[in-house]
């Protein structure tokens, strides 16, 4: 099984960005994570982040035919990105929507979710574990298949 993982704004600054938040684990720390546990299970990881909408887009785009499966912290644009949510749409790949807070525990314009309704499910909350979470859950998945 082949995985793209893709992160999105701000998500480069984690380490330092709101640690009361987000954790102290920056981007690279959970990268890390992410491949040893899925290495274990034979499962190629592809892990990328932008700041830029359409690249996120063109990225999901792509995948096509090249991943079974998307795990996507699409971090702020989660709560404004119809773009992303149709390229998910469009792609027809199962998508694990995620994230380190728990978004429905914080302020209300983290509570709607554009991107939910065309995901496979949603992840959120559990810090470094929603990444190591999203693969278990497609490890599961696709042992079911
Ligand atoms: C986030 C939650 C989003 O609301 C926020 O905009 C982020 C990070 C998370 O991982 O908790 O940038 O996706």
Request: hydrophobic share 40%; net charge neutral; proline share 3%.
């Amino acid at each position: 099984m082949k995985l793209l993982y893709l992160n999105g704004p701000n998500l480069n600054l984690l380490g330092t960005r709101e640690p009361g938040v987000y954790g102290k684990a920056t981007l690279a720390d959970i990268e890390s994570l992410v491949r040893q546990r899925a290495a274990r299970s034979g499962v190629e990881i592809d892990f990328r982040q932008s700041n830029l909408e359409g690249e996120l887009v063109t990225w999901i785009q792509q995948a096509r035919g090249q991943f079974d499966g998307i795990v996507l912290n699409a971090a702020a644009y989660t709560h404004t990105s119809i773009a992303l949510r149709d390229a998910i749409s469009a792609v027809g790949l199962p998508t694990i929507e995620i994230h380190l807070s728990n978004v429905h525990a914080r302020e209300e314009f983290r509570h709607r979710s554009l991107i939910a309704p065309v995901c496979r499910g949603q992840i959120t909350g559990f810090g470094v574990n929603s990444y190591l979470l999203a693969l278990e859950a497609f490890i599961i998945d696709n042992g079911d298949k």
